[in-house]
Nanobody
Framework: VQLQASGGGLVQAGGSLRLSCAVSGDIGSPNVMGWYRQAPGKQRELVVRILSGGSTTYGDSVKGRFTFSVDSAERTMYLQMNSLNPEDTAVYYC???????????WGQGTEVTVSS
């Protein structure tokens, strides 16, 4: 299984970015797919995750600004980020968790920098 993240970059506060994560291989079912981020000097935190067949959970700091989606045909997950602020600056990682086999797969990370 490989996850390939892309779409990061430098954006001004108030701007938008869309991150993509292409998934290859079998991540199993049921699974959890999502995005996490790690800012300099901080622990990795949840941005959003979705359980296969149902619920989506967003981190409190991104609710109402970020939207997660999955294109099953393209085997790609997306993170649309709007109204970005400097506190969103971090390396963003996509992840897939195979709940049955207890495997977690991580993408390589894509850096997002929001300037004030």
């Amino acid at each position: 299984v490989q996850l390939q993240a892309s779409g990061g970059g430098l954006v001004q506060a108030g701007g938008s970015l869309r991150l993509s994560c292409a998934v290859s291989g079998d991540i199993g079912s049921p699974n959890v797919m999502g995005w996490y981020r790690q800012a300099p000097g901080k622990q990795r935190e949840l941005v959003v995750r979705i359980l296969s067949g149902g619920s989506t959970t967003y981190g409190d700091s991104v609710k109402g600004r970020f939207t997660f989606s999955v294109d099953s045909a393209e085997r790609t997950m997306y993170l649309q980020m709007n109204s970005l602020n400097p506190e969103d600056t971090a390396v963003y990682y996509c992840a897939a968790h195979d709940l049955k086999r207890a495997n977690i797969y991580w993408g390589q990370g894509t850096e997002v920098t929001v300037s004030s």
